[in-house]
């Protein structure tokens, strides 16, 4: 049973005067068709996977607020609206007891949330867009980069369009962008903190890019300057391991970590900078996997007297402060420095 709202070219008069009176217009899913000055293309805009990452949404809101036309016919997706709009809004990643919507884009689609994500990859299909940007927020502060799992010069103009940080892995999760190889080039773009206003004004300013530009994949530039991060690891915590974020350790809680480590985002980390606090065998409380294979937590941390420090030098993104997310998703990716490719002048 289909779920989704189809508008084509909604009036600014009809859509409501703010994001949450936006959100509530459309309900539900929603897939809103733009005619573009040239109709012979279509790209796609995806937006609100998650449910607590408004900085899409809200660009999206006031590009049709504008009235402008993009350049190309566009089908902007807004998916999960219901998540966006449980009380207090934007605050809940997917509703209670569904799984994380950015994990379902591969069979089966046998749930709530598999369903809604094969409806995604049908309207895509539909369209066959000639390029797809999937807008989020990160949980934490930081700044913003973009995510392919398929580096070339089109899916490199397309991230330089918002920022200039590009990481590229072959983690296979069931994330939207997965679907880059086999069908069209896609990008996820993590516009910065989901309560960050710099976030909202990239994500308004980067949509604008990509929808006013006749072109976003080609180009003259063979070097687009983006400094490359290559096959990031996940830390996760292994199932049943309960985490704090304080000062001192929480006697109640195998691992504590410390409540500013979200301002390690992107720095480079040295192995004397302290992470937290565990209790316990390093391998017995983490789980980290490279890209052949291999456990990884030993390459990733180290305990010194029931202190957490970082094995080696670490570039760490994605750090969440909140727990659920912890729980349910991971720590943070993190990528050894030997693997940062600095990014070169065109």
Same mark, same amino acid.
């Given at each position: ?6 508008? /084509? ?33 279509? /790209?796609? !805009? ?45 605050? !809940? ?9 950015? /994990? ?38 930081? *700044? ?83 400094? #490359?991060?290559?096959? *990031? ?15 001192? *350790? ?8 410390? *409540? ?5 985002? !992107? ?26 294979? /291999? ?5 990733? #941390? ?45």
């Amino acid at each position: 049973m289909r779920r989704f709202r189809f508008l /084509r070219n909604p009036l600014a008069t009809e859509i409501g005067t703010s994001v949450e009176s936006f959100l509530r217009y459309l309900g539900g899913p929603a897939s809103i068709f733009l005619e573009g000055a040239d109709t012979s293309r279509t /790209r796609a !805009f995806v937006t609100l996977l998650h449910g607590n990452e408004p900085s899409g949404a809200m660009a999206l809101f006031r590009w049709l607020k504008s009235a402008r036309q993009p350049a190309v016919n566009t089908v902007c997706i807004v998916a999960s609206v219901e998540a966006a709009l449980a009380p207090p809004l934007f605050t !809940f990643r997917m509703l209670p007891g569904h799984r994380d919507l950015n /994990r379902c884009f591969r069979p089966p689609f046998d749930d709530d949330q598999g369903r809604l994500a094969e409806e995604i990859l049908e309207i895509l299909r539909l369209h066959r867009p000639e390029a797809v940007v999937d807008m989020h927020n990160t949980s934490g502060t930081g *700044p913003a980069f973009g995510v392919c799992t398929h580096m070339d010069r089109q899916h490199d103009a397309l991230v330089s369009l918002f920022t200039e940080r590009m990481i590229v892995t072959r983690l296979n999760l069931g994330a939207l962008m997965e679907i880059s190889e086999h069908r069209y080039p896609t990008v996820t773009v993590e516009v910065g903190g989901r309560l960050d206003d710099s976030a909202h004004e990239l994500a308004w300013s980067g949509l604008c890019e990509y929808l006013l530009r006749p072109q976003v994949l080609a180009g003259d530039r063979v070097d687009w300057g983006l400094e #490359l991060l290559h096959n *990031p690891i996940r830390l996760e915590l292994n199932p049943g391991v309960q985490l704090a974020y304080a000062e001192q *350790p929480d006697p109640a809680v195998p691992v504590t970590l410390r *409540p500013d480590i979200e301002h390690l985002n !992107f720095g480079v980390v040295q192995t004397d900078v302290p992470l937290g606090w565990v209790r316990g065998d390093l391998r017995s409380l983490f789980w980290a996997q490279d890209v052949s294979g /291999r456990c990884a937590v030993g390459r990733l #941390l180290r305990v010194e007297e029931g202190r957490l420090f970082p094995a080696a030098p670490l570039k760490l993104f994605m750090i969440t402060t909140n727990p659920a997310i912890a729980g349910s998703d991971c720590l943070f990716y993190a990528i050894e420095q030997s693997a940062v490719e600095d990014p070169v002048s065109a």
